[in-house]
RNA sequence: GGUCCCAUCGUCUAGCGGUUUAGGACGCCGGCCUCUCACGCCGGUAACAGGGGUUCGAAUCCCCUUGGGAUCACCA
């Protein structure tokens, strides 16, 4: 038994979007699965729309997706040589032939069949000429006018496509370069690609490729053309839909897990299971499994996925992901063992890292602004004598557990006659600054006596001074 | 328009001829829990596009219709 080899093979035109990242997705489990490569190339040829920021591009959303690749990355601009050694090759063995006809006459062509309600073709004017290299000249594949050319597809089942739709289609350009379907084909047979997953958008380009490996005496490859995603309407997700590219879905603090269980799971299941971690990923899938219909994006379901991840991820190792999140807040902080605690008190109620951040910056600030509304209904007279032995008694208080503070919190229930409800709120509000943070203990646990005891002195002035 | 593909709740999907009053998840709506907000838990809402066949029996197989998508380059 041979090794699985794939490939994701992008064009540099723009930055790597979720749906090119799922089919680069399912190419490296698929490898990873059965133990076999996975192979990046880089599909370069158009010079006008390749661009060297473009590949970078691609290059950091897969090393964020943690997508790595064991062979590449290859470029197509590199490859002429091989490319036009084939072409000669396919000319050699008549399964090409050389083309004078100018871009003019065939728009002429074009424009007549469409107006006779024929499909438009090459008419084959060049097809018996024998012509040989020349100057403005392009090479054409003599495809067959008869027959049956069958796809034998392993997500969507055999597609049979008439040889007599096709027409002779330009494998190379008379500038000397390859087009697409030449290039693809000499590169996945010289790469030794022999499973290809990739867009259903690539469907009807597959019979050409066929008949090319069959013109070059090559077997053929797996072929698994897995669906489109779509956007909320149905179409072609574009960026009318929303964010579309996979760093965006990074800066609104979406973590690459979750994002590929995400994109994995639009597409391809396992029976009710929606949470996959990585290594389960590339130990269930299976292109088998894959569905015929295109699915459409959902960033609100991504989400919720985000927040399983979140919850389902240790504190300490989130700490590194979340420093940008709060730089981008202001708060400078370091991923140490605070920031893990603070992140333990955080992720049960935090679906993105952005909302994180939000979230934990009353952690780190050194000043404590109220927010007015909540101020004004929690921060009145009638609790300060609450506030005040609180505050005593922590100062008294060495151990900051959760059992040690409820303990002391019931005391000044005691005292006071006032229920934890009405104390717990001033509280938070003078810690947080907000009505709304993570339960009291776990706060006063998290910060600790100094920062606890000198934001208790703070509300207790900010209510000597609103009442006198 | 030609060719090709697809069709289960709003969305992602389970289902691969009988175990189905069609299951799960997201969303939405209730409730419980509760120091706020969440989390969690419990419950509810909601689908086999339509029509013909095949079969004792069809969401599952076949055909047609409808709807959606893809593609028709010296772009990839």
């Given at each position: ?6 490939r ?56 964020w ?26 000319v ?26 024929d ?22 594949f ?13 997500v ?89 590219s996979?760093t ?15 994109l ?14 990585r290594?389960e ?46 730089a ?33 910056r ?7 602004t ?16 609450a ?8 100062e ?7 059992k040690s ?24 509000v ?28 703070k ?10």
């Amino acid at each position: 038994m041979t090794s699985i080899r794939t490939r994701f093979a992008p064009s540099p035109s723009g930055y790597l979007h979720v749906g090119g990242a799922r089919t680069a997705l399912f190419n490296w489990l698929y490898a990873r699965h059965t133990g076999g490569r996975f192979i990046l190339r880089i599909e370069d040829t158009d010079k006008a729309r390749s661009t060297e920021d473009s590949i970078k591009a691609i290059f950091e959303a897969l090393e964020w997706l943690g997508i790595d690749w064991d062979e590449g990355p290859f470029y197509q601009s590199k490859r002429t040589e091989i490319y036009r050694q084939y072409i000669e090759r396919l000319v050699r063995t008549g399964h090409a032939y050389y083309c004078t006809c100018s871009p003019e006459k065939i728009q002429q062509m074009r424009e007549k069949a469409m107006a006779a309600g024929d499909k438009p073709r090459y008419d084959g004017t060049c097809r018996e000429k024998n012509l040989g290299p020349q100057p403005g000249a392009v090479v054409r594949f003599r495809a067959p006018y008869s027959g049956t050319t069958v796809l034998k597809d392993v997500v969507k089942g055999n597609i049979v496509f008439q040889n007599s739709e096709l027409d002779d289609f330009v494998i190379c350009r008379s500038d000397g370069t390859p087009t697409y379907n030449l290039a693809v084909v000499v590169d996945d047979l010289t790469m030794e690609i022999n499973t290809i997953i990739r867009g259903d958008d690539h469907v009807m380009n597959t019979p050409k490729q066929i008949l090319l490996y069959k013109a070059l005496e090559a077997q053929l490859p797996v072929f698994a053309h897995v669906p489109m995603v779509l956007g909320n309407d149905r179409s072609r997700l574009s960026k009318r839909h929303g964010a579309t590219s996979v760093t965006a879905y990074r800066d609104m603090g979406i973590l690459p897990d979750a994002l590929i269980n995400y994109l994995a799971r639009l597409g391809w299941s396992h029976g009710d299971q929606e949470f996959f971690t990585r290594e389960e990923l590339i130990q269930k899938f299976d292109i088998a499994a894959v569905g015929k219909s295109a699915g459409i994006f959902d960033p609100v379901k991504l989400q919720a996925l985000n927040a399983d991840h979140i919850k389902a991820s240790d504190p300490a190792s989130l700490a590194p992901r979340l420093v940008p999140f709060l730089a981008r807040t202001g708060i400078e902080a370091r991923p140490d063992q605070y920031m893990a605690k603070v992140i333990a008190t955080l992720n049960t109620r935090s679906k993105t890292l952005v909302e994180m951040a939000e979230a934990a910056r009353f952690y780190y600030l050194d000043q404590i602004t109220f927010d007015e509304k909540a101020a004004r209904k929690f921060l009145k007279p009638a609790v300060a004598p609450a506030l005040e032995k609180l505050l005593a008694k922590l100062e008294q208080l060495d151990e900051f557990s959760d059992k040690s503070l409820e303990k002391v919190f019931i005391q000044v229930m005691e005292e006071t006659g006032l229920k934890l409800g009405k104390i717990a709120q001033p509280v938070r509000v003078a810690l947080t600054g907000t009505s709304v943070s993570p339960g009291i203990f776990e706060i006063i646990g998290v910060l600790g006596k100094k920062r606890v005891t000198d934001r208790l002195e703070k509300a207790l002035e900010y209510i000597r001074e609103r009442s006198g």
